[in-house]
């Protein structure tokens, strides 16, 4: 007969020099890898802090300094025992509110469409069409980025010298010409870098379903690239209302006067109205920030737009 033996089960934990693992518990070098994370997030939590103070800072030092008079200003300007409204309402009684606004709409409304059209059909033609040089497609590329280091002032002479030529100086075509070629460069490259982690599939397909190459762009191309897009816009529109060399040397009708361009009516020949000049960039601050505050996840969303595959 035969006996069967059971063999007892082995416990490898009782083993001798065998390691005693529990799940329940973490392990032991995970504690001090743990408490470096910690540390590293605390201290760049408080340098995010640090910066965005370092941002808001000054704006919140013009606003105080727009409720002080202009006496306190150069001499005590930590004082918050003057506190007036007087700044506010000379701004809007000598600001032309209305027609700087509508001024400096029109010019960026024209100037911020033709020039997205064109950065557009440029960086379609720089990702999508077949050069028949590469040579030609790189040097292109290459004319875009020595666009942006271009300094704005180096183009301020041969600008007005052109406008004086063609006879629009003065005009709103003196300065929405300039806004045009000054964005290209950045809009043709932001819209080079999405297009270029855009897949070729969808077009293909359009293809063939017989879509011409306008409907390729408008019906498949710009849809998907409306984050792209909105980041552009946004940054045009808030350029247009900040710039002020161009507009200075090359509007000369008080009835063409900008947003940016009334600011500096608080500043004669020998004085400045520094109380007005900061309650009127006060005015002419919170409208963009108001924008910055609604649209920035379209502005995060078009600048990383393509950066990453996935």
Known sequence: MTQLHHTPDVNLAHRPGAAVSD???????????????????????????LVTF??????????????QPSDKILGDPF???SLTMENYANALTNLPLLRMYGNTILIAVLSVTIGTVISF?????LTRMVWRRKRSQSAMRFYLLAGLAVPVYVLLFPVYRL???LGIFGTYAAVILPYIAVSIPFNTLLMTGFLREFPGELEEAA????????????????????????????????YVFNEFP??????????????????????????????????????VLLPQLIIYAFLQRHIIAGLTAGAVKG
Not at 24 to 49: E, H
Not at 121 to 125: G, L, Q, T, V
Not at 208 to 214: E, K, P, T
């Open 207 to 238: 293809i063939i379903d017989g879509a011409g190459l306008f409907r390729i762009c408008m019906s498949v191309v710009l849809p998907v690239m409306r984050p792209v897009l909105a980041a552009v816009l946004i940054f045009n529109v808030v």
């Open 163 to 165: 406008d004086l030529a």
């Open 54 to 67: 370092l941002i808001i800072l000054p704006l919140l030092w013009i606003v105080l300094l727009s409720f």
């Open 121 to 125: 059909m440029a960086s379609f033609a």
């Open 79 to 81: 004082s918050f025992t």
């Open 246 to 283: 161009f507009v200075s040397i090359l509007i000369n009708n008080p009835d063409l006067v900008t947003v940016s361009l009334a600011v500096s009516r608080f500043q004669g020949q020998y004085t400045v109205d520094y109380g007005g000049m900061m309650a009127a960039a006060t005015l």
């Open 23 to 49: 799940p329940a518990q973490p392990p032991a070098d995970r504690g001090p890898w743990r408490r470096r994370a910690k540390i590293a997030g605390i201290v760049t939590a408080v340098a995010a802090y």
